[in-house]
């Protein structure tokens, strides 16, 4: 099982983005699905998570706003759109999920990162 982030790149400030995180592999069940963000020097922190019934969190309720995420259980795919984006939302984007392999054991898996540059 594999997880395969797409969708970083360098935008202007107020501009938009579009995060995708597709599971490959043949996962028993996919969990929760989340998007993580890591600066420099500081570790790595939850955007927002949702589970395989649809049940969003914000780590931030202030970029639920600006941010949403969702996902496609039939694609086993996770989207954040990330709109209004600020410098301050330079980062490296990591999406992860909790998925049950066979014999019913969970695991957490990370994508490869997605650089995202907010910049003019």
């Known amino acids: 099982v594999q997880l395969q982030a797409s969708g970083g790149g360098l935008v202007q400030p107020g501009g938009s983005l579009r995060l995708s995180c597709a599971v490959s592999?043949?996962?028993?069940?996919?969990?929760?699905m989340g998007w993580y963000r890591q600066t420099p020097g500081n570790q790595r922190e939850l955007v927002a998570r949702?589970?395989?019934?649809?049940?969003?969190?914000f780590a931030d309720s202030r970029m639920r706003g600006r941010f949403s995420i969702s996902r496609d259980n039939a694609e086993n795919t996770v989207y954040l759109q990330m709109n209004s984006l600020k410098p301050e939302d330079t980062a490296v984007y990591y999406c992860?999920?909790?998925?049950?392999?066979?014999?019913?054991?969970?695991?957490?898996?990370w994508g490869q990162g997605t650089l995202v540059t907010v910049s003019s």
């Open positions: 992860h999920a909790v998925i049950t392999s066979y014999g019913g054991v969970k695991n957490d898996y």
């Open positions: 592999g043949s996962p028993i069940f996919v969990n929760d």
């Open positions: 949702v589970s395989s019934g649809g049940i969003v969190a």
